[in-house]
């Protein structure tokens, strides 16, 4: 199964909340405003500020701010930061070592178009698109 992890997850619910509360927002702040325990808040923030998406601010008025627009920002962006390189396969990009059958393998580099469409899909996609609620599906009267 084709899954992101649970702290990707959070991570968008972190960022979409950060988006929505503006500033600079400290992670005890984010736990409570989320739901997500504030050490996770913590983790996932300073997973994101590694990468680059947001950026820690130390002092009385510390926290975390988003350094782009969620619309800016693609999801693979994210998942990358939390739970590395996209890949589907040990041996995708040309990756050797990871597998013991990969001198005998017959399928051997043919995950790479598959991989490099998903990850395509996924830089195509913006945090903001998927953090902003979807519109309600409006209810049909019976006649």
């Given at each position: 199964?084709?899954?992101?992890?649970?702290?990707?997850?959070?991570?968008?619910?972190?960022?979409?909340?950060?988006?929505?509360?503006?500033?600079?927002?400290?992670?005890?702040?984010?736990?409570?405003?989320?739901?997500?325990?504030?050490?996770?808040?913590?983790?996932?923030?300073?997973?994101?500020?590694?990468?680059?998406?947001?950026?820690?601010?130390?002092?009385?008025?510390?926290?975390?701010?988003?350094?782009r627009p969620l619309t800016e920002l693609p999801l693979s962006d994210v998942i990358v930061?939390?739970?590395?390189?996209?890949?589907?396969?040990?041996?995708?990009?040309?990756?050797?070592?990871?597998?013991?059958?990969?001198?005998?393998?017959?399928?051997?580099?043919?995950?790479?178009?598959?991989?490099?469409?998903?990850?395509?899909?996924?830089?195509?996609?913006?945090?903001?698109?998927?953090?902003?609620?979807?519109?309600?599906?409006?209810?049909?009267?019976?006649?």
């Amino acid at each position: 199964m084709l899954r992101v992890s649970k702290l990707t997850d959070y991570a968008v619910v972190v960022l979409s909340r950060l988006e929505a509360e503006g500033g600079v927002q400290t992670a005890p702040g984010l736990a409570a405003g989320t739901g997500i325990a504030e050490p996770t808040v913590s983790k996932v923030l300073k997973m994101l500020a590694g990468a680059g998406l947001v950026e820690g601010l130390r002092g009385a008025r510390g926290g975390y701010r988003l350094l782009r627009p969620l619309t800016e920002l693609p999801l693979s962006d994210v998942i990358v930061a939390i739970d590395g390189p996209i890949a589907l396969t040990a041996c995708v990009d040309g990756g050797f070592g990871f597998c013991d059958a990969e001198h005998v393998c017959p399928v051997r580099g043919r995950w790479d178009p598959v991989n490099a469409a998903i990850r395509d899909a996924l830089s195509a996609i913006t945090v903001a698109r998927i953090a902003t609620p979807a519109a309600p599906v409006p209810v049909l009267a019976a006649e």
